[in-house]
């Protein structure tokens, strides 16, 4: 079981923890990557898997300087025996669904696109869609 202490968000129970968790006990899958995307940033989930090299968590999220919790910098890049595999990428407030192509000038499917042939180099990727949640406030 993993666990953070000291609450902050707006969730009691990380269910993307649970979820991740599950899925490793359950079918034995070593790698995993989460892609959370709302305005505020997924610090929980940050904290969980800051030390973990087999979870790669990538944030979209509204500048944490602008609204709570104020964390989510691009210099938090994970733990030391992980670092790398958190990626943030705060985006200012306003921004819409059309962001991840046209203000940060990439897209989040390199990063997954790797992570995958990390942790799966048999297996073929013949696609990836990454699912944006909404509009940041």
């Not at 059309?98 to 048999?122: C, D, E, N, Q, W």
Request: glycine content about 10%; hydrophobic content about 35%.
């Amino acid at each position: 079981m993993r666990s953070v202490h000291g609450a902050r968000g707006f969730c009691n129970i990380n269910i993307e923890a649970v979820m991740v968790e599950h899925v490793r006990h359950t079918y034995g899958v070593d790698r995993v990557a989460i892609v959370d995307t709302d305005c505020h940033h997924g610090d929980g989930t940050q904290n969980i898997y800051w030390h973990d090299p087999d979870t790669l968590f990538i944030s979209l999220h509204q500048d944490g300087r602008t609204l709570y919790p104020g964390s989510g910098f691009t210099s938090e890049m994970g733990g030391p025996n992980a670092l790398g595999t958190t990626v943030n990428i705060p985006l200012p407030p306003m921004t819409t669904e059309t962001a991840p192509r046209t203000f940060t000038g990439m897209t989040l499917t390199p990063y997954l696109l790797v992570y995958i042939k990390m942790a799966a180099p048999s297996i073929p990727v013949q696609a990836l869609l990454v699912r944006w949640e909404g509009q940041m406030h």
